[in-house]
Every structure is written in C-alpha cells, then in structure tokens.
C-alpha cells in the first residue's frame, strides 16, 4: 500500500467499520483497510469461535445488522474504543437460492432485512455520528452486479441490492455538502464467499461458471478489498454516488 506525502499509510489513524467481516470478502478488506493504516473493527453475526481465522488486531462485535439497536451499540463501542469511525464498509450480505415464485415471505424479508436494511441501517448510524462531529468519511456499500441485471434465480437478493444502490444515491446527495462520500463496490462473481458456496454444490459448475465471463476469469476477495480501499482513500474527493461494477464484463451479456 502506497504511503501518502508525509509517509504515513494513507489511511492512518481512521477508524474503520466492516460488517459481515468474519466473510470472506468482509475479511479481505478488513486486512487491506489495516494494512492501510486504518485501526479497524468488524462485526458479524457469526461469532467469533466458530473457527474462522481472526487478526488481534481487529475489534470484533457479534452483531445482526438488522436490529437497530444493536447497529447504534456496536457504532458507540467502536467509538469509545477506537475513535470516532470515518470509513464505512456496508458488507454484510447473504443469499437464498430461490425464484420469483417459490420465494416464501420468511426468505424475501430476511433477505432485504440483512443486504438492504440492514447497510442502511449502519450507514445511517454511522454518518449521523460524522455530520455530528463535523467529519468528513467514506461508506462503501457492497452491492452486486445482481443488483443490476435481473437473476430470476435470487430474486430477492437482486431486488435487495438493486434497492441498496438506490439508497447510496440518496445518502450521497444527503451528505455530499458535509463532506461524506458514498458509493457502491458492485462484484461479479467471487471465487469465495457466497458464490464460492454456490459454486461448491456441485462439480464442474466453478470451471463453467468462469468460461461465461468476458475476462474468463473468477474475481478474488482481495480484488473486491482493493477496491475498497481505493474508494476510502483520501485523493478520491470527487467520486460519490457512483458504482464501481468489477464483473468482468457479466453484465455486458445479460443474466448467466
Ligand atoms: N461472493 C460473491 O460472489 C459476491 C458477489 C457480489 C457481491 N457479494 C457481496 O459481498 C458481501 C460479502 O459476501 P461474501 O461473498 O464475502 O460472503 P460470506 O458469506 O463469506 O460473508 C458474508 C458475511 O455476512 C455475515 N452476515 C450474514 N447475515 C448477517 C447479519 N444479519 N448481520 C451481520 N452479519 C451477517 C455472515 O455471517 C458472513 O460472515 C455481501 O454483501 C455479498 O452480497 C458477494
């Protein structure tokens, strides 16, 4: 990681907050925002000994990003014991394979309560606190590119990141004037995460998966993280409401 003028990593002394970052895009950034310079805390709703591998470095708080209550705690612990937080990473996310019509009410309302509601839910927490104090911040939101070509096969989850990026507009107009800016990291298909999952279920379907991309080739985690990182770093002062969409050219073709 480049270091800024003065030499100092270019994101030092910031305090960032991850959710869903026992994941395994969660988890990259969370490393690439460190090694940044940022002091970082992450959440989840796993709970820390359930085996995944976890840097001392990071504050970890059990967390559902669906319940208010608990985002306000979590963004209030943080900033008794880190600092107030101006790097917003907005990941948490999961995915029900299920189409339009066999969606059950249960599976549509998790779905838009966790990917949906819930980044909102701690973007909003977290640039209250910053237009407070008069600081100025970054929050990245994980979309999708589900969220921006129709996949009938996860309907609520393209619905929920589709609604996520229209939500990041809103907020980037809001807070555009204090300083605040948001924009969207959209992925296409990771080799990890819940794509990896995915993809594990059946034999083949990874190798066949990465021949429909343009590029031919699967994104990582740490390609997502880094592009993060670039949208937290200081020298970007003008780019807010926009979506980085990192797919390999998949929407470009439609639906695979
Ligand atoms: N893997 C991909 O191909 C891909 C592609 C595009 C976008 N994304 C997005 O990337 C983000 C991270 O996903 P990932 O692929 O690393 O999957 P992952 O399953 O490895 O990570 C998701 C994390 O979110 C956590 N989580 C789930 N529900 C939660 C809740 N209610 N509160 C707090 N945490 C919760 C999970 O415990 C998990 O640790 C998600 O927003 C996902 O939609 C992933």
Known sequence: MEASETGNP??????ALVSGG?????????????????????????????????????HYTRVDVSDPEAVRDWVARVERDLGPPSLVVCNAGLVVPMGAL????????????????????LAQEAARRMVRRRRTGRIVF????????????????????????MAMKCLAVELAPAGILVNEIA?????????????????GLREKTRRKIPVQRLLEAEDVARGVVSLCQPENRHMTGSVVLMDGGLSLKGPI
């Not at 270019?10 to 305090?15: C, K």
């Open 142 to 165: 994980v979309g999708s590119w589900a969220g921006h070509v129709p996949h009938a096969q996860i309907t609520a989850y393209s619905v929920a990141k589709a609604g996520l990026r």
């Open 102 to 121: 066999e969606t059950t009410q249960a599976v549509w309302e998790r779905t838009l309560a966790v990917n949906l509601t819930g980044a909102f839910l």
């Open 10 to 15: 270019p994101l030092d002394g910031q305090v």
């Open 22 to 58: 026992l994941g395994d895009i969660g988890r990259a950034t969370a490393l690439a925002l460190h090694r940044a310079g940022a002091r970082v805390a992450v959440s989840d709703l796993a709970p820390v000994r359930t085996g995944r591998r976890m840097s001392p470095e990071f």
């Open 187 to 203: 992925p296409g298909i990771v080799d990890a995460g819940l794509s990896g999952k995915l993809m594990a279920r059946r034999r």
